[in-house]
């Protein structure tokens, strides 16, 4: 199994209050995402990293941002958690800049509950 | 911009029955990637299979079976003689070369095995 690290893996949090989700890799991969899952979309990637200090906007990425200071590490703040960002967060790693030359391999979720 | 969708929202079959869950993908670009994902009841994504756009050949592992259709624009995916550890959501996804920092999944399949 790819080492690939989600903490916390549970959160609950009240509405208004910043959140930081962090992953860690161990496989020393170039590219770093983060998604959200939701009932009925399925996972959308919300930021990705092609890089330390390199980052870039997913399709929903409004009220996140994130940070890549090292290889190994890729966080995911909620800058003033809302309601509707109540949901699963995946973190995933791939080494190819294409992602499909090679499979992305999928962190086991941080599951946050905004209340 | 792709999108992939898969039709079948909920799927549920009695033990040693063969199912089929399908994926229609959509991309301008002539070199693509398509994969298919599962994440079981304990939520973590298992990666299954990798496609690229340039080989058509049908594959088979086990009681698992692929079959790519560049004419139709599918991915079909087939388990024979399902199990209830079949049991899952199952996820196609698709990326090309235009957009070559993320998947794009599919809503996802809700697959359950009866027994």
């Known amino acids: 199994d790819a080492g690939i690290t989600q903490s916390p893996r549970h959160k609950v949090t009240e509405t208004g209050t910043p959140v930081t989700l962090r992953c860690h890799q161990t496989?020393?991969?170039?590219?770093m995402y983060w998604y959200r899952q939701d009932p009925g979309h399925g996972l959308r990637l919300i930021h990705y990293?092609?890089?330390?200090?390199?980052?870039d906007k997913g399709e929903v990425s409004d009220g996140y941002s994130v940070s890549r200071s090292k290889t190994e590490d890729f966080l995911l703040t909620l800058e003033s958690a809302t309601s509707s960002q109540t949901s699963v967060y995946f973190c995933?790693?791939?080494?190819?800049?294409?992602?499909?030359?090679?499979?992305?391999?999928f962190g086991q979720g941080t599951r946050l509950t905004v209340v | 911009a792709q999108k992939v969708t898969q039709a079948q929202t909920e799927i549920s079959v009695v033990e040693k029955e063969d199912v089929t869950l399908d994926c229609v993908y959509e991309?301008?670009?002539?070199?693509?990637?398509l994969f298919w994902y599962k994440q079981p009841p304990s939520g973590e994504l298992v990666f299954l299979i990798r496609?690229?756009?340039?080989?058509?050949q049908n594959e088979i592992s086990g009681r698992y079976s692929w079959n790519f259709q560049k004419s139709t624009s599918s991915f079909n995916f087939t388990i024979t003689a399902s199990q209830v550890v079949d049991s899952a959501v199952y996820f196609c996804?698709?990326?090309?070369?235009?957009?070559?920092?993320?998947?794009?999944f599919g809503k996802g399949t809700l697959l359950t095995v009866n027994p």
């Open positions: 995933a790693i791939s080494e190819s800049v294409l992602v499909g030359q090679e499979e992305a391999f």
């Open positions: 496989e020393n991969h170039r590219y």
């Open positions: 990293s092609y890089g330390v200090k390199d980052t």
């Open positions: 991309t301008r670009d002539t070199t693509y990637y």
């Open positions: 496609r690229n756009s340039f080989d058509e």
């Open positions: 996804a698709a990326n090309s070369g235009g957009s070559n920092y993320k998947l794009t």
